[in-house]
């Protein structure tokens, strides 16, 4: 069974950071990419990072290059976001996605997941301005 947990959510101020974890299960690592979504009150959940756990390539969402930073720890299955510089705007409860990637690239593969996906059950960030 796929599973995805995630934690390291909190209240930080503006200009603070972050570390989400992801812990992963029941999968083959390589053969899947990871990514974070993020949804705030009243808006579509957005897709936020991805990483293609076979060969490290990454994607970001424009409004986070720079400040976001994924990566995996393919020895502990586990998947980082860390998040410098938070905004109020990057409030949100954010969720860990998995999905079998094979060929697609990481943009791609953030698609499959809405549709195909393994989900985790979200973490609550909340920036303070």
């Known amino acids: 069974e796929v599973q995805l947990v995630e934690s390291g959510g909190g209240l930080v101020q503006a200009g603070g950071s972050l570390r989400l974890s992801c812990a992963t299960s029941g999968f083959t690592f390589d053969d899947y990419a990871v990514g974070w979504f993020r949804q705030a009150p009243g808006k579509e959940r957005e897709g936020v990072a991805c990483?293609?756990?076979?060969?490290?390539?990454?994607y970001y969402k424009n409004s986070v290059k720079g400040r976001f930073a994924i990566s995996s720890d393919n020895a502990k299955n586990t998947v980082y976001l860390q998040m410098n510089s938070l905004r109020p705007e990057d409030t949100a409860v954010y969720y860990c996605a998995a999905v079998h990637v094979g060929l697609f690239t990481t943009e791609q593969a953030m698609g499959l997941m809405r549709s195909y996906g393994s989900w985790g059950q979200g973490t609550q960030v909340t920036v303070s301005s």
């Open positions: 990483i293609k756990n076979s060969d490290g390539n990454t």
